[in-house]
């Protein structure tokens, strides 16, 4: 499947990929990206508001997304920012910078651009972009989960107030894949999972 999907793919010879379903294959993250890369350092402006800085604070706590906190780009600097750096709806944003926050990990709109015309992230955030064959919200759900959060942490590097997540880290990243059709499936059943949770919070605050 991922030969079709990524030709350059070059499969893994490990024993535990026997364990997946039949039709699912194992790969990195990096074989299933179109761009997988840091953001860069800006420089930036304090007085122009017109194009805003992704940074780790916008990624919220909450799960959201939000430019409330966000810095702007000095305008005279837009021409060193490669199309390629300005944030697309489906984008997975990953903190990879510092205690407490890193690993966070959420999933980029556009409509939270307003009325900025893009949005393009600073060096504190890595920027995972699938091939438009995968499903996002499928990769999303995956590193969020608790056993990619725990290969996050434990291949932190740095000092104990400043760890950093390598982008190497996440191009390593093990992913196992469906086919599509059940990528979608399983976000359709996480989404309903959380609607349930979320209708339970609702009705015990009542």
């Given amino acids: 499947m991922l030969k079709r999907i990524n030709p350059d793919f070059t499969p893994c010879d490990n024993g535990q990929y026997r364990n997946i379903p039949k039709n699912w294959c194992a790969c990195k993250?990096?074989?299933?990206?179109?761009?997988?890369?840091?953001?860069k350092s800006p420089k930036y402006s304090e007085d122009?508001?017109?194009?805003?800085?992704?940074?780790?604070?916008?990624?919220?706590k909450d799960g959201d997304v939000s430019l409330e906190q966000a810095r702007f780009l000095d305008p005279s600097t837009i021409?060193?920012?490669?199309?390629?750096?300005?944030?697309?709806?489906?984008?997975?944003?990953?903190?990879?910078?510092?205690?407490?926050?890193?690993?966070?990990?959420?999933?980029?709109?556009?409509?939270?651009?307003?009325?900025?015309?893009?949005?393009?992230?600073d060096s504190h955030v890595s920027v995972v972009r699938v091939?438009?064959?995968?499903?996002?919200?499928?990769?999303?759900?995956?590193?969020?989960?608790?056993?990619?959060?725990?290969?996050?942490?434990k291949n932190l590097a740095g000092s104990t107030n400043q760890k950093e997540l390598y982008i190497g880290v996440l191009e390593n990243m093990q992913i196992f894949l469906p086919p599509l059709a059940e990528q979608q499936r399983i976000v359709a059943r996480i989404e309903e999972l959380f609607s349930t949770l979320d209708n339970i919070q609702k009705a015990l605050e009542a």
């Avoid at 990096?30 to 890369?37: A, G, K, T």
């Avoid at 017109?50 to 919220?60: E, H, I, M």
């Avoid at 091939?131 to 942490?153: F, G, N, R, T, V």
């Fill in 131 to 153: 091939l438009k064959s995968i499903c996002p919200q499928y990769i999303y759900a995956y590193i969020s989960s608790d056993s990619i959060q725990q290969y996050m942490e």
């Fill in 29 to 39: 993250l990096v074989d299933i990206c179109s761009f997988l890369s840091r953001g």
């Fill in 79 to 121: 021409n060193k920012w490669n199309e390629v750096y300005k944030l697309q709806t489906g984008d997975i944003l990953v903190n990879s910078t510092g205690t407490g926050t890193v690993g966070r990990t959420r999933l980029f709109n556009t409509n939270c651009l307003g009325n900025y015309p893009f949005v393009v992230p």
């Fill in 48 to 60: 122009d508001k017109t194009y805003p800085v992704f940074a780790q604070k916008c990624n919220l």
